[in-house]
């Protein structure tokens, strides 16, 4: 499932970060003349507080949180019923914990200069031990290794919101290694797009293209504890995956698909520079990091839209400069395709975005369309 409205276990925080194991856990309750057993299994959801104090063994400091959190008296028949269903699982704790996926973390935005630290934790949780069923070992360290050795893209938001746009009325499009900015990558958007993803990496292989999407995770606003905060930069930093898909020739990509339909469409406008990369220093932390460690320094590439050049005069076919238009027109975005290559033989889709035809001191011509130019900004509904 895309997101399931899960909660912590323990002290019922909202966003659980671990899945923790345990033996199996049983309550039972004895009456008069009747008895009852509510047996709790052996699977639960942890926040990343929870999770600290569980894998730690303290089971004490883990009931306290929880009645506190829930402001329940203690001593109380409740508090003690939790004291003793805690111990339980602290007792019997499996080793290891498994990354939580499907949880709906609201976007925390990322800046582009802290893309390299970004990248860094993320490639740290996938070689890590932690358990991601989302991905097979192999799959991880295959990623991995594309983060390591791709490009740095950041698209800032007027970007975003037009690749979201584009990414509405994408035609059936296949895609190679040519239409790619570079044959590996890590991209984040300037805002959540479809389904919440903030973020994807690709990498080129024999089958295709490997393509994995990304969620943010921590608003800081949403955890209490700053040591909390810091734990979960440090053991799994600001991106978790959420989704993946293996992109081949016989696989076209449509509006349907979400936010791989975002990423293929930022991808075709890049490819014909609609947009332009401009390079920006990472944070001076960051690069102070990286000396330290003999690495070469980190670049980000800021993609954003290329500024139209307007002219007032167009030459004709014939050599013959035409006059001017009287009044501008808006001219709506659309899907073109183009020929291209040998003999102009081939195809490929090329997006032509909104934009106003004419001198720029001409008036704009009368129109019924009404378009908000400031506001909130409209995304694919989520697939």
């Given amino acids: ?9 323990f002290c019922s925080d909202r966003y659980p970060v671990f899945r923790l194991d345990s033996g199996p856990v049983q309550a039972l309750a004895f009456g008069e003349d009747h008895s009852s057993v509510h047996d709790f299994g052996t699977t639960w959801s942890a926040c990343i507080a929870c999770t600290l104090l569980a894998q730690t063994g303290k089971n004490e400091a883990l009931t306290q949180r929880a009645v506190t959190r829930m ?3 203690d001593p109380t028949i409740a508090a003690e019923a939790v004291r003793a269903i805690h111990a339980g699982v602290v007792g019997t704790l499996r080793p290891g914990r498994t990354l939580l996926t499907d949880v709906h973390w609201p976007h925390s935005p990322i800046t582009a200069t802290a893309l390299p630290k970004v990248r860094d934790r993320l490639t740290d949780l996938l070689t890590g031990p932690d358990r991601i069923d989302l991905l097979q070992v192999r799959q991880r360290q295959d990623i991995a290794a594309s983060l390591q050795g791709g490009r740095l893209y ?12 584009a990414a509405v009325d994408l035609p059936a ?44 995770i921590g608003g800081t606003d949403r955890i209490e504890d700053a040591t909390a905060v810091q734990a979960l930069r440090e053991q799994v930093g600001w991106l978790i995956p959420v989704d993946h898909q293996l992109i081949t020739a016989r696989r076209p990509m449509t509006s349907a698909d979400g936010a791989f339909a975002v990423l293929a469409a930022t991808w075709l406008l890049i490819a014909q520079r609609t947009g332009e990369a401009v390079s920006v220093p990472a944070d001076r ?12 320094t980190p670049q980000v590439r800021l993609v954003r839209i290329r500024s139209r050049q307007n002219t007032s005069r167009r030459e004709t076919g014939s050599g013959e400069s035409r006059q001017p238009q009287a009044q501008r027109q808006w ?15 081939l195809r490929k889709d090329v997006y032509v975005f909104a934009y106003l ?6 008036p704009i011509a009368a129109s019924t369309t009404v378009r908000i130019l400031a506001g909130e900004r409209r995304h694919p509904k989520p697939q």
Avoid: N
């Avoid at 190679?176 to 690709?202: F, I, K, Q, R």
């Avoid at 932390?285 to 070469?296: D, L, N, T």
């Fill in 285 to 296: 932390s960051i690069r102070k990091a990286y000396e330290r460690r003999r690495r070469p």
């Fill in 357 to 362: 035809r004419g001198p720029t001191d001409a």
């Fill in 331 to 345: 001219i709506s975005g659309y899907w073109r395709s183009q020929p291209h290559g040998p003999g102009r033989a």
């Fill in 71 to 73: 402001r329940w008296a």
């Fill in 1 to 9: 499932m895309a997101g399931v409205a899960r909660s912590c276990d």
């Fill in 154 to 165: 950041a698209v800032d938001d007027e970007f975003t919101d037009l690749a979201c746009t």
């Fill in 173 to 216: 499009t296949v895609l190679d290694v040519e239409d790619l900015p570079a044959p590996h990558g890590l991209l984040l958007w300037a805002a959540a797009v479809a389904g919440g993803v903030c973020a994807a990496s690709w990498a080129s292989i024999d089958d295709g293209i490997q393509i994995v999407c990304y969620r943010a």
